[in-house]
């Protein structure tokens, strides 16, 4: 059965790797019919199929995904190729006003917090924040905890191999408690491509306008098969 949801898109991460569908995308956004945060995958990676971040897809026809039970999880109920057909609207001209909304709603304190609730995506606010990189090939860590979602059929879990480095958060929550969360929206990894070669790679950091001083709002998620583990998908 498909349900249809305005689909604000907010995040999404960096292309992953499965024998079934080949690349992927997982975006994470909010539903504004029903007031939530829902993450819709897999999509693919080329330019007409998957979503724009900022925009509303109106009346989304998606359904449940039964290889995950999180709440917040869905699939189209549509073709991918169909996305561009819907009626979609420019919503950066109400980005603070959904922003303040989404802090009201749907932020947490802490990342404890987030687990009693048992949610999977959260908006949290950001303190002390320094960012920084890691070698891919000298921090080798359970790669499964670096996916928002995860399935049997991954052979190469971030699909990551065009990519250096891995971008990596320090925080502090609203409560005190110190963090360091694997950043892993798509555009943040772009930027190695794009932009580093020329402006270097913490260039990114100044363009998330990311410092000690102030505070940032991000959305956050966890992971299918790990719950209390989580990871940043995009930055406001």
Request: proline fraction near 2%; include cysteine.
């Amino acid at each position: 059965m498909n349900f249809n949801h305005d689909y604000l898109v907010l995040g999404q991460t960096v292309p992953e790797e499965s024998k079934k569908y080949g690349l992927r995308v997982c975006t994470a956004g909010y539903s504004l019919k029903n007031d939530e945060l829902i993450r819709v995958y897999p999509l693919g990676v080329k330019r007409k199929q998957h979503f724009k971040r900022w925009h509303i897809y109106n009346e989304l026809p998606l359904r449940r995904n039964n290889k995950d039970n999180r709440n917040e999880s869905w699939r189209l109920g549509i073709d991918v190729n169909q996305i561009n057909d819907l009626l979609i609207v420019d919503g950066r001209k109400n980005k603070e006003t959904i922003l303040n909304k989404l802090y009201r709603n749907h932020s947490v304190k802490s990342i404890k917090e987030a687990n009693d609730k048992r949610i999977s995506l959260a908006i949290v606010k950001m303190y002390d924040c320094n960012g920084y990189f890691v070698d891919k090939n000298k921090k080798i860590i359970n790669t499964k905890q670096y996916c928002l979602f995860d399935e049997d059929d991954n052979t190469n879990i971030l699909g990551k191999n065009d990519y250096d480095k891995l971008p990596r958060i320090e925080w502090k929550d609203e409560e005190g408690y110190k963090h360091d969360f694997m950043f892993n929206s798509w555009d943040a990894y772009m930027h190695q491509i794009n932009l580093s070669k020329r402006y270097g790679y913490d260039n990114l950091w100044k363009t998330l306008k990311l410092n000690k001083d102030i505070p940032k709002l991000a959305l956050i998620g966890n992971i299918n098969s790990i719950r209390t583990s989580w990871l940043i998908i995009s930055i406001f």
